[in-house]
Nanobody
Framework: QVQLVESGGGLVQAGGSLRLSCRASGFIFRINAMGWYRQAPGKERELVATISYGGRTNYADSVKGRFTISRNNALNTVYLQMNSLKPEDTAVYYC???????????????WGQGTQVTVSS
């Protein structure tokens, strides 16, 4: 069974930094795109950043210049380095990945369980 496990969330003061990690495990043949999303209380889940297998990245305007997404394909892991954090970055952060499981015929999008990031002012 494929699963994504996130780590690295927590409480930080405004202007601080956090690094999130998300590792995919299970019977995996290949991972295509990976990404981070977030959901603040009372709001819809929104895209934060995505990264292709080859390393092409895409960011939400609200995090450009502050957040950096990266991945290690050998470790099936995606990272999100978050710098210059603001109170409005407070949310539950979710990773996702398009995964072709061993023996599967198509890619399936999997989600992590979420990790809380709280930025105090």
């Amino acid at each position: 069974q494929v699963q994504l496990v996130e780590s690295g969330g927590g409480l930080v003061q405004a202007g601080g930094s956090l690094r999130l990690s998300c590792r995919a495990s299970g019977f995996i043949f290949r991972i295509n795109a990976m990404g981070w999303y977030r959901q603040a209380p009372g709001k819809e889940r929104e895209l934060v950043a995505t990264i292709s297998y080859g390393g092409r990245t895409n960011y939400a305007d609200s995090v450009k210049g502050r957040f950096t997404i990266s991945r290690n394909n050998a470790l099936n892991t995606v990272y999100l380095q978050m710098n210059s954090l603001k109170p409005e970055d407070t949310a539950v952060y979710y990773c996702n990945a398009e995964i072709l499981g061993a023996g599967a015929e198509r890619y399936i999008v999997y989600w992590g369980q979420g990790t809380q990031v709280t930025v105090s002012s």
